[in-house]
């Protein structure tokens, strides 16, 4: 079968169900080996707003979108790390030098299923590069700030990626990912504070919190300005 049929012949309850499926494979993945309740906690409200990104995306009818973010956000390395598995067999002592893990099979059969859809729909309908989306806003500003100074280049490279991508088809799937990324630096600073290391807490992560707390404002503010009018 040619790719670019590939989703014209599933039907879309199939793929709705099938992506039902890997959503809670990625839920599961993402907190599996969470001992501790606030880590726990962050990763699930994380993977759960990544998660109303992609369906939020799926619901407008923005496929290629939807299939993308959920495979570089959680399948990518799911599928990495099971090739690495794979490529690791000694043959000295005929033993895999990489730790195997039930997810790695199941999350790289995910990742093929969605690199197929995600190239099926982009021969489809093309890349539709909306640039009345992309406006220099305030939190545009204060929540590249935040990402760059948590995280070093090749990672904020990776969620300006997936925040284009998110953004250029719908704004709230973007705000839904910034939140989601926000979240983890005041989870940071409580897991220290209810662990009792409150004195091993530095002045940059206090600023970085407050930063944190602002962009989430921000975010709130613009979620309250989509959904007003849908409520009244």
Known sequence: MHLKKISQKLNIYVQIGVLAALSILAFVYEIYG???VIPAL???FTILLSLAAVWFLFKEKHYFAAYAILFLLVYASGLYSFIAW???LNFSSSRFLFNFSWFY???ALGAIYLLLLMISYLLNSGFQFNSQN???TPLIIAFSVLMFLTHN???FIFIAVVEFIAINYK???SLFLMLGKSIVVPFTLLRLIVNGNIKTTTTGLWLLTFLAFYVIFLIVQEMIVIFKPQIN
């Open 42 to 44: 962050q990763e699930s």
């Open 105 to 107: 099979p199941f999350l």
């Open 34 to 36: 969470n001992t501790e």
């Open 134 to 136: 992309f406006k220099l």
């Open 86 to 88: 794979f490529f690791s």
């Open 171 to 173: 704004k709230l799937a």
């Open 153 to 155: 280049i090749v990672t």
